[in-house]
């Protein structure tokens, strides 16, 4: 009889019973520590996310079991077992291993969800190197600032999208290695001469691969985000977060060990690692990959096919799937579904209650960024879902809700949303920033960068950001960033980004460029201009809307005011803004 490597309990006897009960009973006492026995760790002591969430599964006799299907987007399909997830992950692992990268050393992979980006993923984990995956529907100039940023000397990526950055990779000089996947020959391009064929290097690797034995505080993996000011940060994580990623999956995301999980979000940004990969596989769960875009017909046809059990996705998704109507959902049989839950933006009521009509129960919102590595606050399967709110945190998280001054403030009043820092997948650094880093701590609290509401139950309310990144599907832009990316046009002078708000995205990125004297505004040098920051980034943080105007409001030291900018966009008495800080 099959048993769970986890708790060692016979698959039969297991139940559906909500992994977590009774979230406030589950957190009397608790320590992230009760928690570390439910990983294996490596023989001395060590801890690896790879093993964690690989190795250790065919070590307990999961070998056979299925850990990834994948479902291509021409309606191919691979399947791989735990075992040979092992040999394929150690492969890469001897690949970088013979290249020459050390521990600590930086793998950045550029590619859209193919398998042999989860085989690199795990197999730089093993080898002791850091990893950076990238959105693959990054322009060059994204790509570029994290590679220079980052001092990948690794970089893995497919042809097509080999070409669209081939023009920044001369300017990032620690790229010492660039290994191109050419899956089933899906292209026909010769490799350029420098470049290393990851087929060809795979297939004289051996399957045998002794993990480097990380400990819990090396770094393992490095996420983006964007803030109010200057280039995107890489927040670093170590191989600790392995734990609350494991014990968040079981939590938030409900997950046992028969469960066939589909998470939508992709690797490139945070849910897509740690809820893509490492909660799934850290708990033995079967993770479905699937490769194409959104689409609900095709969403609903794999959920149907596989029999999708447990499903994380987000609100803009959500929003798109009620925008589809009944109609698809009617046409498919949607039953295996037994829990849902969504990340990323606030899940407005009206989804839950759709959730609940179309899929006979609640969609649950949970809430946590890139910062925290893991789910810090969620409704999960057997707590009472309050639409709207992204519900309590999850044992061993303390969130507080703090005034200007880093006050505790009491339930009813908003405020900052802070965590009391201490919780496994924290970030440790943002990478060449510790002045940023620290900026984030204040008087024992991290400051998420949120504002939010606790109410008398111990709920919690997002209210908004209390800075000015933009929220837009999910993806938080920096308005630093495509203002940079705007006046780099030759004919705009300067310009000021904001959100707005939007009924599917939530919120769309909005430009005001003021242009060069002399220069006529017309609507053709508007889409050129349009075009032109499009092809810098990338469609997803591209302006949707842009306006000229005379000149932009500044503050007196010359910063753009970009909230006066919003406050008039929405119509708000520009009273109201004339106590925003002069910075
Ligand atoms: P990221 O670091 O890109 O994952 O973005 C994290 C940010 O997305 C958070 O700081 C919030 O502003 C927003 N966010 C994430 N989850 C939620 C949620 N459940 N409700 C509201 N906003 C959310």
């Not at 309590?392 to 009813?412: H, Q, R, S």
């Not at 939010?452 to 139950?457: F, N």
């Not at 959100?499 to 505004?521: H, L, N, S, Y």
Request: glycine content about 8%.
């Amino acid at each position: 009889m099959p048993f769970d490597p986890i708790s060692k309990a016979p698959i039969s006897e297991m139940s559906v019973m909500p992994n977590l009960v009774d979230r406030d009973e589950a957190a009397k006492g608790f320590e992230w520590t009760d928690m570390y026995s439910e990983l294996d760790w490596l023989p001395d002591g060590g801890l690896n996310k790879a093993y964690e969430a690989i190795d250790r599964h065919v070590e307990h006799g999961h070998g056979d079991k299925v850990a990834m299907i994948w479902a291509g987007k021409n309606g191919e399909e691979e399947i791989y077992t735990f075992s040979e997830m092992k040999a394929q992950t150690n492969r890469w692992a001897n690949v970088v291993t013979d290249l020459g990268l050390g521990r600590g050393d930086r793998v950045f992979i550029f590619m859209d969800r193919l398998p042999e980006l989860y085989f690199a993923f795990f197999g730089t984990l093993k080898a002791g190197g850091v990893v950076g995956p990238l959105f693959s529907a990054f322009g060059p100039e994204p790509v570029r600032d994290r590679l220079q940023d980052s001092g990948a000397s690794i970089f893995l990526t497919q042809p097509e999208l080999r070409e669209k950055v081939a023009g920044i990779l001369p300017e990032c000089p620690d790229i010492k290695h660039i290994i191109v996947v050419n899956k089933d020959r899906r292209s026909s391009d010769d490799l350029a001469d420098s470049d290393l064929s990851y087929e060809e290097l795979m297939l004289d690797a051996s399957d045998d691969f002794g993990i480097v034995s990380t400990s819990m505080y090396d770094y393992s993996i490095m996420h983006y985000t964007s803030g109010t000011t200057g280039k995107p940060k890489g927040a670093v994580h170590r191989h600790l977060a392995a734990v609350q990623q494991y014990a968040t999956g079981k939590w938030a995301l409900d997950l046992h060990f028969d469960d066939i999980y589909f998470c939508t979000a992709d690797p490139g940004w945070v849910t897509g690692t740690s809820y893509g990969m490492m909660a799934p596989w850290t708990n033995g769960v079967t993770n479905l990959i699937y490769e194409g875009g959104f689409s609900a017909n095709n969403w609903y046809d794999t959920i149907d096919k596989y029999k999708v059990t447990v499903w994380y996705t987000a609100p803009t998704a959500i929003r798109m799937l009620m925008r589809a109507g009944e109609e698809p959902v009617k046409n498919h049989d949607l039953s295996s579904l037994r829990f849902i839950a969504s990340v990323g933006e606030p899940l407005n009521p009206e989804a839950v209650v759709w959730g609940n009509e179309m899929f006979n129960q609640a969609i649950h919102d949970n809430w946590w960024q890139t910062e925290t590595g893991a789910i810090m606050c969620a409704n999960y399967a057997s707590m009472e879902v309050r639409p709207g709110s992204m519900g309590k945190p999850i044992p061993g998280i303390e969130m507080g809700i703090l005034d200007a001054e880093y006050n505790l403030l009491p339930a009813g009043e908003d405020g900052l949303l802070a965590v009391k820092p201490g919780w496994p997948s924290q970030f440790h650094a943002y990478w060449n920033n510790s002045e940023m880093y620290n900026s984030k701590y204040k008087k024992g609290w991290y400051i998420t960068g949120d504002q939010a509401q606790m109410d008398e139950d111990g709920y919690f309310w997002f209210q908004g950001r209390s800075d000015d990144v933009i929220n837009t599907a999910g993806h938080l832009v920096g308005p630093f960033e495509v203002e940079s990316a705007l006046i780099e046009h030759p004919d705009v002078v300067e310009a000021g980004v904001i959100g707005v708000p939007d009924d599917i995205a939530m919120e769309v990125v909005k430009a005001f460029v003021a242009t060069r004297p002399g220069v006529e505004q017309t609507d053709a040098l508007r889409r050129d201009i349009m075009r032109f920051v499009r092809t810098k980034l990338s469609a997803a943080v591209a302006p949707r809307q842009m306006e000229f105007i005379e000149s932009l409001p500044k503050t007196r030291s010359g910063k753009i005011m970009r909230r006066l900018l919003k406050a008039r966009e929405l119509g708000l008495p520009e009273g109201d803004i004339s106590t925003l800080e002069d910075d």
